[in-house]
């Protein structure tokens, strides 16, 4: 078993949608603040509004999203880490953006996660390379990952 929050130390910039983000509120997450302190932020949204200016490390991104995407995967630093699944990551697979998944399914989340990025299985090829068991897999919603 790996320890989910000791195998994201090697990612240096998380993006998610609206969704995934706001999911963390019930947990503690205050609104504009960084879900993963040691990581910039990029949330995809074009509705998420906060009352007061979010940290340096949280930026909205209303647009161009392909565009911020595709910035990001050629800058120097590590691998991005995608938070969440469903519309987002079937957004960036419909899109070739997805270039390795790395996929947690909790027992709780799995009827309500959603089948975008299954969608887009056959035309990509995707092929399970590994299993991995999660020690914590009751803190955390599910994952997926691009390089």
Known sequence: MIDYLESLKGYDTVVMGRATYEFGYQFGLQPGQPAYPH????IFSKTLKFDTPPSPQVEVV???EL???RCLKEEDGTDIYLCGGGAFAG????HDQIDELRIKLMPYH?????SAVWKE?????FILHRLQGLSDWRDV???SGIS
């Open 39 to 42: 990581m910039k932020h990029y």
């Open 62 to 64: 209303d647009k161009d």
């Open 67 to 69: 565009e911020v995407i």
């Open 91 to 94: 957004f960036l697979a419909e």
């Open 110 to 114: 799995f009827r309500s996660w959603h």
């Open 121 to 125: 299985r056959a035309r990509h090829g």
């Open 141 to 143: 919603d599910s994952i």
